[in-house]
Nanobody, 126 residues
Framework: VQLQASGGGFVTTGDSLRLSCVAS???????MGWFRQAAGKEREFIAA????????KYTESVKGRFTISRNNVDNTVYLQMNSLKPEDTAVYYC?????????????????????WGQGTQVTVSS
């Protein structure tokens, strides 16, 4: 299984970016998540969704600004990020939870994910 994240970049406050996470065809996930890690800080949960797309979860700081979604045709999970702020600057990672032992309720925990993408840098200037 491979996850390939992309779409990061250098933007200014208020701009938008859409991150993509392309999963290999053999992925059978129960839910997908996005995390971020700013320099000198711990990895932080951002958003997650069930593989079927029927339930989603967001951390409070991105609610109303970020949207997680999935394209079933090409096995891609997106993170649409609007109204970006300097505090959103971080390396963003996508992840897949495949064990079936966890529910979306636990999706904020990094240890419930089995596979991680390589990360894509997002920098928001003020």
């Amino acid at each position: 299984v491979q996850l390939q994240a992309s779409g990061g970049g250098f933007v200014t406050t208020g701009d938008s970016l859409r991150l993509s996470c392309v999963a290999s065809a053999n992925l059978r996930a129960y839910f997908m998540g996005w995390f971020r890690q700013a320099a000198g800080k711990e990895r932080e949960f951002i958003a997650a969704m069930t593989w079927r797309g029927d339930r989603k979860k967001y951390t409070e700081s991105v609610k109303g600004r970020f949207t997680i979604s999935r394209n079933n045709v090409d096995n891609t999970v997106y993170l649409q990020m609007n109204s970006l702020k300097p505090e959103d600057t971080a390396v963003y990672y996508c992840a897949a939870s495949t064990s079936g032992s966890y529910t979306l309720t636990l999706s904020e925990r990094a240890d419930v994910y089995d596979y991680w993408g390589q990360g894509t840098q997002v920098t928001v200037s003020s």
